[in-house]
């Protein structure tokens, strides 16, 4: 079968290649991959920027249908249509899987990092971590189910949106404009995208189209003034960081009221960041961190894509086969793409 594998660490060493098809355990289903969605993750492993353990195809955001399923595995069939979450090799046993977070399982290996993804034909999985796709949800949709996810659990389970907050998403990329829409549908009486120069071509503008009460481009306009200007200056109840960035960190606290809260999802580069800590102190923030996506987060998001509440279609900019890979990646370097879809 085809697949995009990194061979080897640094830059670049990734190609597009025959490899074995994988075989199916007792305890596994193989899934024929239908569409899968680029990440800013694949990216960095390409760059080099993000570890990962080659020969290794790369790959995590997909959907596809069941064409293989083992002898040990109960209410799943071939041709289902499928989507995964990521916790493969989680102990099960441990104290963080006992207490309903196998993605922070210690031995918890992630496909397209640890395991073969979903940059492939075909991809194999435990059955345990596998969810139904709706009927009326296409495949294009359910592979933006696990970023969707992601923020499911940064959002709504670990920083909570609350009714009549105001809002704050630092970063308009697929995390923080997913951030956005479930920002309003879970009670928000208003949400405030930041991003900068490099976002006003396409996606400050599709923070508009989905919803957003005020967007701001930091690079022009001061978002904290913006934000105490629009609070008779209190502040924001919550910000959600979505860019990894230092300059929105700081922003972020500068804007929150005291006793507000920040969700963090991006991820910064390897650089020690120089955070404004003593005001965050000085205005007793709650910081909640959050990272990959809990099971209960994949059946909120699944019930939401059903519902069509969610629009993940307007996100995907890019549709691609998977032998045009390197071409999306380019796009992706030159700040074009919201989110692609390849192809196998």
């Not at 024929?32 to 800013?40: D, F």
């Not at 034909?121 to 059955?127: A, G, N, T």
């Not at 009714?163 to 405030?192: S, T």
Request: some cysteine; hydrophobic content about 40%; aromatic content about 6%.
């Amino acid at each position: 079968m085809k697949a995009v594998v990194k061979l080897s660490r640094g830059k670049g060493n990734m190609s597009l290649m025959e490899v074995d098809k994988p075989t199916c355990g007792e305890n596994d289903v193989v899934i024929r991959v239908r569409a899968v969605g680029v990440c800013g993750t694949d990216y960095h492993i390409y760059t080099d920027e993000y570890a990962t353990t080659p020969p290794i195809a790369v790959g995590h955001e997909f959907s596809g249908e069941i064409v293989k399923v083992g002898g040990k595995v109960k209410g799943l069939a071939v041709g289902d249509r499928v989507v995964s979450e990521l916790s493969v090799e989680s102990c099960g046993v441990c104290r963080l899987c006992k207490s309903g977070n196998p993605h922070m399982c210690p031995h918890r290996r992630s496909p397209g990092t640890f395991t073969d993804g979903a940059y492939a034909e075909y991809i194999k999985l435990p059955w345990r971590l596998i969810h139904k796709i709706p009927d009326n949800v296409s495949f294009d949709e359910a592979a933006v189910a696990e970023p969707s996810a992601v923020v499911a659990q940064g959002l709504l389970e670990r920083a909570r949106v609350e009714p009549e907050d105001f809002v704050v998403v630092m970063g308009p990329g697929p995390i923080g404009l997913l951030a956005l829409q479930m920002a309003k549908l879970y009670g928000a009486r208003a949400v405030m995208v930041v991003g900068t120069d490099a976002d006003e071509k396409v996606r400050l503008p599709l923070a508009r189209k989905l919803g957003a009460d005020y967007v701001v481009n930091a690079s022009k306009e001061d978002a904290v003034e913006k934000v105490l200007g629009l609070t008779e200056g209190f502040g924001a109840d919550l910000v959600m960081e979505c860019s990894g960035s230092r300059q929105a960190i700081n922003a972020g606290i500068k804007a929150l009221r005291r006793q507000g809260r920040m969700g963090v999802i991006g991820i910064p580069g390897p650089e020690e960041l120089n955070i404004n800590w003593k005001e965050a102190v000085l205005k007793a923030i709650n910081v909640v961190f959050s990272f990959a996506s809990s099971p209960l987060s994949w059946n909120m998001v699944l019930s939401m894509l059903g519902r069509k509440v969610l629009d993940v279609e307007s996100l995907i900019s890019h549709r691609e086969p998977l032998e045009n890979w390197q071409k999306v990646f380019e796009e992706i370097e030159k700040g074009n793409v919201v989110k692609a879809i390849l192809y196998p």
